[in-house]
């Protein structure tokens, strides 16, 4: 039976990048949430970005079709998870950082459960890998 080795790298990070919507988005729907309201929140956790900013950083997580930047931002604000700090930016209230601390832990589950027979090493290897691919890809742009 085929192990899968056929398949070109690209089948497998669109797969895996598919897989990962999948279950994040399952994982965190009953805190009424997916995975851009966790990726917003992660990103914002480091401290406050304008929209701009925030939009450059999430980019690579952003999907056509997918929920909009402007929408999590709303839905976040509504909750009271996010709002502005008078600068022109979004910043987490302490409620937000609350629902981050909760969301890593379900984000810490799944990742182990993904990491399953993959050492510390094998991953660091892949992820650079992957970064490297990435550069060379970027540099032919």
């Known amino acids: 039976m085929p192990n899968g080795t056929d398949k070109?790298?690209?089948?497998?990070?669109?797969?895996l990048d598919g897989l990962l919507e999948t279950l994040l988005d399952r994982d965190l729907a009953d805190m009424g949430v997916g995975r851009?309201?966790?990726?917003?929140?992660?990103?914002?956790?480091?401290?406050?970005?304008e929209e701009g900013a925030l939009a450059?950083?999430?980019?690579?997580?952003?999907?056509?079709?997918?929920?909009?930047?402007?929408?999590v931002i709303g839905d976040l604000t509504e909750r009271g998870w996010l709002e502005p700090d008078g600068a022109g930016r979004h910043r987490l209230t302490a409620g937000g950082r609350a629902a981050h601390a909760r969301l890593a832990e379900r984000?810490?589950?799944?990742?182990?459960?993904?990491?399953?027979?993959?050492?510390?090493?094998?991953?660091?290897v892949t992820v650079d890998v992957l970064r490297r691919m990435t550069a060379n890809a970027r540099a032919r742009l």
């Open 8 to 15: 070109p790298i690209g089948y497998w990070v669109r797969s």
């Open 36 to 49: 851009r309201h966790w990726q917003l929140l992660n990103t914002l956790q480091a401290g406050p970005l």
């Open 56 to 71: 450059e950083r999430l980019r690579p997580f952003w999907r056509e079709g997918a929920i909009t930047l402007a929408e």
């Open 107 to 124: 984000i810490a589950a799944t990742r182990r459960h993904l990491a399953e027979g993959v050492t510390a090493e094998e991953y660091a």
